[in-house]
């Protein structure tokens, strides 16, 4: 078996994962349990970097259920629910993940499988499942990676259930790194939070954000109306003059757009209250 064990790490470190993984095997009939753990797990990684997924996940399965002292059984938990995810085998890669948060004292593990957790029960029809797993990422000491994740789906799950009050609470946990092709549609929802709770210059501010952070976005150009609006509500005397920068600043990209023929109905009755019309 330390024979096999060798040969198998030098063809792994050469990248010959279809040499190293055979040598791992003979190397698990090792009586010294550590070794056993290691060479399994090293066998499970050369099959999936050899492409054999399907054995791949047998052999993580084998270290990860393997008892007693076991250094390799969260990272072997991991792996399974992450290749379980990328074959689209939902239900096998949730057990793994939650297995795992379960198990775990490793924050970003933790973290990872919380998320994936969620994510994965929103797919088979559980989104209070769901929540719970965001929520307990949300609330983590730590694993800051996969917040993001976890803040945009909850600010989606409570902006379609209405419950505003829970969007601006869970925005207000931090200002995480939402990737730029989620942040436009992620501050589109935080900013109706706010005007629906009639905070209209907190409202008015994420909207301006979205301007001026992804000018390019439809969201820029969305929330440049719903800003419109909040003007409207707050009887802003300004109102007519917002009204023609936006219709300046976006007709050209969105012509004959019904939002240009609702903001002159906003600025017509803007100048009426105020005695400016007719």
């Known amino acids: ?53 399907k054995q791949s996940i047998e052999v993580y399965q084998k270290v990860a259920d393997a008892e007693g002292e076991n250094d390799y059984r969260h990272t072997a938990l991991l792996a399974i629910g992450r290749l379980q995810a990328e074959a689209k085998n939902n239900g096998a890669a949730l057990t793994a993940f939650v297995k795992l948060a379960d198990q ?60 505003y009050k829970k969007v601006i609470q869970i925005y207000r946990k931090g200002r995480f790194a939402v990737p730029d092709v989620l ?28 301007e001026d952070r992804f000018p390019s976005s439809e969201e820029a ?8 609006l909040c003007f409207l509500n707050t009887k802003d005397r300004n109102l007519p003059g917002f009204v023609d920068h936006f219709s300046a600043k976006y007709e050209a990209r969105h012509p004959g757009h019904k939002y240009f023929d609702m903001a002159n109905l906003m600025k017509a009755e803007s100048l009426f209250a105020d005695g400016s019309f007719g």
């Open 1 to 53: 078996a330390p024979a096999a064990y060798r040969l198998a790490s030098i063809f792994y470190n050469r990248k010959e994962y279809k040499l190293a993984a055979p040598y791992f095997a003979i190397a698990e009939t090792s009586p010294k349990r550590k070794i056993q753990l290691s060479s399994g797990y090293y066998r499970a990684r050369s099959l999936k970097l050899a492409g054999d997924t």
């Open 183 to 210: 942040q436009p549609n992620m501050l589109l929802m935080v900013g109706k939070a706010f005007r629906e709770e009639k905070r209209y210059p907190s409202a008015i501010d994420i909207y301006q954000s979205i």
């Open 221 to 228: 150009f969305e929330g440049a109306y719903r800003k419109l």
């Open 104 to 163: 775990t004292t490793n924050t970003n593990y933790k973290a990872e499988a919380l998320v994936m957790a969620g994510m994965l029960s929103s797919k088979i029809g559980k989104p209070e499942d769901a929540r719970s797993f965001f929520e307990k990422a949300m609330n983590l000491d730590g694993g800051d990676e996969w917040k993001p994740d976890a803040q945009y789906q909850l600010i989606k799950t409570f902006t379609s259930e209405g419950d």
